[in-house]
């Protein structure tokens, strides 16, 4: 990135919290990805860029993936991640979002998803 965003250091306690307290679906997903397991491809887990913090994050293809539960779902909620996703956007990252549930109900589906954006 041509601005040092990523991991600052006034980030490094929310990223720290974010990990220890993960959701049971980014916990489900985190199985899943880490230690290579997805297409050899390494996956960061609550990684920062700005002031907002990605749920997992892939440098080599500058991706994220956001795991959206009730809270995305609001009118507030929607508009946030919308906000975020423009920012993230503009600094060439690509965000792709699953419902919780679709971890748990689809995780196939949801990996060959993510696979799709792995090229």
């Known amino acids: 990135m041509p601005e040092n965003l990523n991991s ?5 306690p ?3 919290k974010l990990r220890r307290q993960m959701t ?4 489900a997903l985190w ?3 880490k230690n290579r397991q997805l297409n050899g491809e390494r996956f960061l887990r609550q990684f920062s860029i700005g002031h907002y913090i990605i749920d997992f994050y892939c440098d ?3 991706l994220g993936i956001e795991l959206d539960g009730a809270g995305h779902f609001t009118e507030e909620g929607k508009k946030k991640d919308k906000a975020r996703t423009a920012f993230l956007n503009s600094k060439g990252i690509n965000i792709i979002r ?14 060959e998803e993510i696979k799709k954006y792995l090229i």
């Open 8 to 12: 600052l250091p006034e980030m490094k």
């Open 14 to 16: 929310f990223r720290r």
């Open 24 to 27: 049971p679906a980014e916990v």
């Open 31 to 33: 199985m899943m990805i």
């Open 60 to 62: 080599k293809y500058k």
């Open 98 to 111: 699953f419902e919780n549930c679709e971890v748990f109900e689809h995780p196939m589906r949801t990996l």
